[in-house]
C-alpha cells in the first residue's frame, strides 16, 4: 500500500463546477497535512494546510479525518486557471527521517470553458 | 528578494558523467531537501539536511551524493553509479524539519537528460 494514495485522474469540469479531490494516508502517526498545486513543468507550491477542524480559504476547503486518515480537497466554482495538478502532501513523524514529507502521486485537473 | 534558485534550468549529459545540481537559499533556513520527480509519480526524497555540515539519505540515495557546508547551498552531485538519473530534480528549505506546522519551499526546479 503507498503511503499516500490519491484518486486517479484526470478529472475534466467545466468552468463554475465544483470538483473534490480525496487523500488517504496509512501512517497514523503523520503530524501535519498539506495540498500542494503544481502547474505542467513547474514546482509545487503550498495551495494550504490542512487542519483537523477543517480550513476554507476563498473557493478552497480542505478537510481532514484522522480517525479514517483521510483528506479532502474542495474546489468551488472552478476557474480555467485551477487547472494543474493537485499533490496530496502528508508531514510523517519526525522519527521517520526528520519528518519528511511524503507525496501523493498527484491528481491532474482540467477545467474547461 | 527571498527565494530558493536552481541552475541550469535544463541539463544535457553524456551516461557515464557525474554532474552537480546547485541549489542556493536566501530564506535563512535550516533545512533544505533534494526530491527528484518522474512522470506520474510523486516527489521522492533523496538527501536531506537539517543543519550545516550534517546531511542524512532519504529514500532513494544511491547514486547520488550531497554536500552542506554553507547555510544557503545544498549542492547535489548525480554520479555515474545512478542507473536512471533523468528526471526533474526540485531542492526544497524549510525553517526546520522538526515544527509540524512549517512548509516546505521549492526552487523551481533543473530538468536533467542523460543520453
Known amino acids: 500500500r503507498k503511503e499516500v494514495e490519491q484518486d486517479p485522474g484526470p478529472f475534466n469540469v467545466p468552468e463554475g463546477a465544483t470538483v473534490a479531490f480525496n487523500c488517504t494516508y496509512s501512517?497514523?502517526?503523520?503530524?501535519?497535512f498539506f495540498w500542494y498545486r503544481q502547474d505542467c513543468r513547474k514546482e509545487p507550491k503550498l495551495l494550504m494546510s490542512v487542519y483537523s477542524s477543517g480550513n476554507e480559504d476563498g473557493r478552497f476547503t480542505a478537510q481532514l479525518n484522522r480517525a479514517s486518515q483521510y483528506i479532502s480537497l474542495l474546489i468551488r466554482d472552478s476557474k480555467l486557471s485551477d487547472s494543474a495538478t493537485y499533490l496530496c502532501v502528508v508531514k510523517g513523524p519526525f522519527y521517520n527521517q526528520g519528518g519528511k514529507l511524503i507525496f501523493g502521486q498527484g491528481t491532474e485537473l482540467s477545467v474547461k470553458p | 528578494d527571498g527565494g530558493i534558485t536552481q541552475s541550469p534550468k535544463y541539463l544535457f549529459r553524456k551516461e557515464g558523467q557525474n554532474v552537480t545540481l546547485s541549489c542556493e537559499q536566501n530564506l535563512n533556513h535550516d533545512a533544505m531537501y533534494w526530491y527528484r520527480q518522474d512522470p506520474g509519480q510523486g516527489l521522492r526524497l533523496i538527501y536531506y539536511?537539517?543543519?550545516?555540515?550534517?546531511?542524512q539519505k532519504g529514500d532513494i540515495a544511491e547514486g547520488y551524493s550531497v554536500s552542506r557546508e554553507k547555510k544557503e547551498s545544498f549542492p547535489l552531485t548525480v554520479t555515474s553509479a545512478q542507473k536512471n538519473p533523468t528526471a526533474f530534480y526540485l531542492c526544497?528549505?524549510?525553517?526546520?524539519?522538526?515544527?509540524?506546522?512549517?512548509?516546505?519551499?521549492f526552487g523551481p526546479g533543473t530538468r536533467l537528460t542523460v543520453t
Open positions: 501512517n497514523s502517526a503523520s503530524q501535519s
Open positions: 526544497a528549505s524549510s525553517e526546520t524539519t522538526g515544527a509540524s506546522s512549517y512548509e516546505q519551499y
Open positions: 539536511s537539517q543543519i550545516v555540515n550534517d546531511f
